[in-house]
């Protein structure tokens, strides 16, 4: 079966940096697209940014400048460097899978991420 698990979360100051890692299992991992998404309290999930098969990357508004996802084929990995965090990126983030560019038909457990001083 599908498993995303994701790595890298944490406590870490505001203009601070982190990069989550997704290892992902149980699917043909370079036909898929991968995701970010995140989901702070009280509020609904929201895509923070995906990749597709052909690497075509996109963002949230919120993170464009700040955030990079890659995939490594070969590791069957995904990741998200986030730098300049802010405190509003405080969120569960969550590593996600699926046959098309929202890539959401799959989840992981979620890693929590905090910016805070």
């Known amino acids: 079966q599908v498993q995303l698990v994701e790595s890298g979360g944490g406590l870490v100051q505001p203009g601070g940096s982190l990069r989550l890692s997704c290892a992902a299992s149980?699917?043909?991992?370079?036909?898929?697209?991968m995701g970010w998404y995140r989901q702070a309290p009280e509020k609904q999930r929201e895509l923070v940014a995906a990749i597709t098969r052909g690497k075509s990357t996109n963002y949230a508004d919120s993170v464009k400048g700040r955030f990079t996802v890659s995939r490594d084929n070969a590791k069957n990995t995904v990741y998200l460097q986030m730098n300049s965090l802010k405190p509003e990126d405080t969120a569960v983030y969550f590593c996600?899978?699926?046959?098309?560019?929202?890539?959401?038909?799959?989840w992981g457990q979620g890693t929590q991420v905090t910016v805070s001083s």
């Open positions: 996600s899978t699926g046959r098309t560019a929202a890539a959401n038909d799959y």
């Open positions: 149980g699917f043909i991992f370079s036909i898929n697209a």
